[in-house]
């Protein structure tokens, strides 16, 4: 287990449908994160959380909104999706001391969406 | 523009030898760290390194750091097929929460 649960691990879903993926991390962080990983390009960092409150949004489309209830989980909703959406959803989190410095970060295995 | 790239993209080698990844990076950074991804699995970290440090060991591996050119490397010695995997590096912009990552070196160790 890496300490950071991610679910589901596969997600097949319309383009008019509504799902949530949802992460659970067990480690105590402060900072939750989302990254989209598709394929032969750079991990695309969404959202970050930092004692739940988002304190990036890096122009994500509004199709994709993020709700962190609490700092051990973060949420994804997915609304309205067209087929590029299609990735790999990587959660993460890490420790925030300071501004300037945090903690390396720790992934869950993600989860696959293909979006039809 | 992304801060972080990888070089190769691609690396085979036999079990046993050693393999280098390089990473460039744009801006000024705080720490640069180095991550291995399995396939269909997330990231797992391995190594970071303090912009005021050179080099720095973990095991079979070895960073080094060069915040003049704005490069890395990690070296993996005397490698296994159970290295074969994705490596990216992962730089901070100061002042952010951002991790910047590239596109990674995919390495295939054959046994």
């Known amino acids: 287990e890496t300490g950071v649960t991610q679910t589901p691990r596969h997600l097949v879903m319309g383009m008019t449908n509504k799902k949530s993926l949802k992460c659970e991390q067990h480690?105590?962080?402060?900072?939750m994160y989302w990254y989209k990983q598709s394929a032969k390009k750079p991990l695309e960092l969404m959202f970050v959380?930092?004692?739940?409150?988002?304190?990036e949004n890096n122009s994500v489309p509004s199709r994709f909104s993020p709700e962190c209830p609490n700092s051990s989980h973060l949420f994804l909703h997915l609304h309205t999706l067209q087929p590029e959406d299609s990735a790999l959803y990587l959660c993460?989190?890490?420790?925030?001391?300071?501004?300037?410095?945090?903690?390396?970060?720790?992934f869950g295995n993600g989860t696959r969406l293909t979006v039809t | 523009s992304q801060q972080g790239e990888e070089d190769p993209q691609a690396l085979s080698i036999q079990e046993g030898e050693n393999a280098t990844m390089n990473c460039s990076y744009k801006?000024?950074?705080?720490?640069l760290q180095w991550y291995r991804q399995n396939s269909g699995r997330g990231l797992v970290h391995l190594i970071l390194?303090?912009?005021?440090?050179r080099e720095k060991h973990s095991g079979r591996l070895r960073v080094t750091l060069d915040t003049s050119k704005k490069s890395s490397s990690l070296l993996i010695t005397a490698s296994r097929a159970a290295d074969t995997a994705s490596y990216f590096c992962?730089?901070?912009?100061?002042?952010?929460?951002?991790?910047?990552f590239g596109t990674g070196t995919r390495l295939k160790v054959l046994a």
């Open positions: 480690l105590g962080h402060n900072a």
């Open positions: 801006t000024s950074i705080n720490n």
């Open positions: 993460a989190s890490s420790q925030a001391f300071a501004r300037d410095y945090n903690s390396p970060l720790h």
């Open positions: 959380y930092s004692l739940e409150e988002r304190v």
């Open positions: 992962a730089t901070d912009s100061s002042g952010t929460y951002k991790y910047i």
């Open positions: 390194i303090r912009s005021n440090e």
